[in-house]
Nanobody, 124 residues
Framework: QVHLVESGGGLVQAGGSLRLSCAAS????????MGWFRQAPGKEREFVSL????????YYADSVKGRFTISRDDKKNTVYLQMTNLKPEDTAVYYC?????????????????WGQGTQVTVPS
């Protein structure tokens, strides 16, 4: 079982930046995919971004493309989400997750383990 712990959330004004971190309890294998999802109040959880650990393939939801950047630190088994130009509609609980399969996916059900989430609030 892979334990994931997110950190870095908080309250930030519109236009500001935050960097989320997600540390895994064990080595992330090259074929794993690490993903970020978010859930806003009253809405379903949605895909934000992913990175394939081995080759660094990245993918972003259209809503965050150009503003968010996903990255990884192999030695720390940690994935990051750098968020810039934040908007009120980015307010949500952000979750990281790991997909242990060989095929990356933006589908929530494909992910095997999840963190507890970290709150990001951007007041309007």
């Amino acid at each position: 079982q892979v334990h994931l712990v997110e950190s870095g959330g908080g309250l930030v004004q519109a236009g500001g930046s935050l960097r989320l971190s997600c540390a895994a309890s064990e080595r992330i294998e090259s074929w794993y995919t690490m993903g970020w999802f978010r859930q806003a109040p009253g809405k379903e959880r949605e895909f934000v971004s992913l990175i394939v650990w081995g080759d660094g393939t990245k993918y972003y939801a259209d809503s965050v493309k150009g503003r968010f950047t996903i990255s990884r630190d192999d030695k720390k088994n940690t994935v990051y989400l750098q968020m810039t130009n934040l908007k009120p509609e980015d307010t949500a609980v952000y979750y990281c997750a790991v997909d242990l399969s060989y095929v990356w996916s933006v589908t929530e059900s494909a992910y095997d383990y999840w963190g507890q989430g970290t709150q990001v609030t951007v007041p309007s």
